[in-house]
């Protein structure tokens, strides 16, 4: 082939193909300037397609990358391009070999799996749209629907907290807690072991609301920030979390990843 001839590279897939086109793309990219044309054939799951592909194959002068795992239709696409006498790579089989001889199990030889949206993933999508929905305290209906509902001063990481703890598939409700607010009457008709109470030391939230302060071009010295004014916030969620009578986090010395473990850890013993 000469450097003005254009290499085309069909994609044969029993599903998506986007694995292959992926792993052909990352190798053309290893040659400068390289002519390839790359056209991706998916869901192939009869034998008329793949002699329909490696005769158009056979006439461009292409190569045919596939990620075929059921053995009829692969070991017929070998067959025919190999009639054909065109070049063909196998980019899932020789893993999928590897992988068989290291664990002595045989694949299930089902096309599509990783793709395929099972039970737990719409489970974490579902959570993931109730940490939005209820963050913040937007509705009091969410703290009775949630399975965990976390209450604290504000920048005590409640909203990445939900969201990293909606991750692992559990929906959760946040709630601020501010001495002018009286604390939506929800979170006194909920068990008290569905809610987690976060506790941050009075310098450790300074710090955090003063650097907030700056990010958002404001001065330090805003009641935000006060020292007193946030003993005064603390002593107010201290109260609150002692009539709800629910687990307290310090989160003071914590990072937010710490946290969601902890509170995973306990509702998962639940």
Same mark, same amino acid.
């Given at each position: 082939m000469t450097q003005t001839e254009r290499l085309i590279v069909y994609i044969v897939s029993d599903s998506v193909g986007?694995?292959?086109?992926? =792993? =052909? !793309?990352?190798a053309v990219s290893q040659f400068n300037g390289s002519n390839v044309d790359i056209r991706r054939i998916?869901?192939? #799951?009869?034998? *008329?397609?793949?002699? #329909?592909? /490696? +005769?158009?194959? !056979? !006439?461009?002068?292409? &190569? %045919?990358?596939?990620? &075929? /795992?059921?053995p009829e239709i692969k070991n017929y696409l070998l067959e025919a391009a190999k009639e054909a006498k065109v070049e063909t790579v196998d980019i899932i089989g020789p893993v999928l070999g590897k992988i068989n001889q290291l664990t002595n199990e045989q694949p299930r030889y089902e096309p599509g799996l990783i793709y395929r949206l099972d039970e737990d993933y719409f489970r974490k999508v579902e959570a993931i749209e109730f940490a939005v929905k209820y963050d913040d305290g937007r509705?009091?209906? *969410? %703290? %009775?629907?949630?399975?965990? /509902?976390? %209450? *604290? /001063?504000? $920048?005590?990481?409640?909203?990445?907290?939900? +969201?990293?703890?909606?991750?692992?598939r559990l929906k959760v409700a946040n709630v601020p807690l501010v001495p002018e607010v009286e604390p939506p009457e929800e979170l006194f008709k909920i068990s008290n072991k569905k809610c987690i109470g976060l506790r941050i030391s009075p310098e450790k939230l300074n710090s955090i609301r003063t650097e907030r302060l700056k990010a958002l071009g404001l001065k330090s010295e805003a009641n935000y920030a006060n020292i007193? $004014?946030?003993? +005064?916030? &603390?002593?107010?969620? +201290?109260?609150?979390? #002692? $009539? =709800?009578?629910?687990?307290v986090i310090d989160v003071s010395n914590k990072a937010v990843e710490e946290t969601a473990n902890l509170i995973s850890n306990m509702f998962q013993k639940h």
């Open positions: 986007e694995t292959a086109e992926l =792993v =052909v !793309k990352a998916p869901y192939v #799951e009869d034998k *008329g397609t793949i002699q #329909e592909v /490696v +005769q158009i194959a !056979k !006439k461009a002068k292409a &190569l %045919i990358a596939f990620t &075929l /795992v059921v509705d009091p209906r *969410g %703290i %009775i629907l949630a399975d965990v /509902v976390l %209450i *604290g /001063v504000s $920048r005590t990481s409640k909203t990445p907290l939900s +969201q990293y703890l909606a991750h692992k007193n $004014r946030i003993k +005064q916030e &603390l002593a107010y969620a +201290q109260e609150v979390m #002692e $009539r =709800v009578n629910c687990p």
